[in-house]
């Protein structure tokens, strides 16, 4: 049917990633695929840009700590073992980039909020992933 050999989940750990999960391990199994998850954590620095003189590193520690868990418990629903589980803080759109081609990934699998109008068609994060990719990229619809 394909020729996927690496399918990488590119999820938020939210309560609309199950549906998103559910697609791509349904794509995993029906192609004896190896599938691995990523989640991304935006660096605190990134959402206040530096204008606040204050050290963020222990709240960046307990949010790396509870994605980890959050992470572990979403991944062994799908059976995705540890080898599979990627946290990784940066920018969501170039970590999924990198690492998708260092994983040789050729399907990313991400959600998207479908919104009225074409230029809504796609969250910004999905948009980012579509456009800079390398490989295929499945955007799967969640939310009302």
Not at 37 to 64: K, R, W
């Amino acid at each position: 049917m394909s020729n996927y050999n690496t399918i990488l989940l590119a999820t938020d750990l939210s309560d609309e990633a199950k549906p998103v999960a559910d697609k791509a391990a349904t794509l995993a199994k029906n192609n004896n695929t190896a599938l691995h998850m990523v989640h991304v954590i935006e660096p605190l620095s990134f959402a206040y840009g530096g204008d606040i003189p204050m050290d963020f590193s222990g709240i960046q520690d307990e949010i790396q700590k509870q994605a980890e868990s959050q992470m572990a418990a979403f991944a062994s629903q799908y059976s995705v073992g540890s080898d599979g589980q990627h946290i990784i803080v940066g920018r969501a759109e170039n970590e999924i980039h990198s690492l998708a081609e260092e994983l040789g990934a050729e399907l990313i699998v991400v959600g998207s909020h479908g919104r009225h109008g074409i230029a809504l068609l796609l969250g910004s994060t999905a948009n980012g992933i579509l456009h800079g990719a390398t490989c295929d990229v499945l955007a799967v619809r969640v939310g009302t």
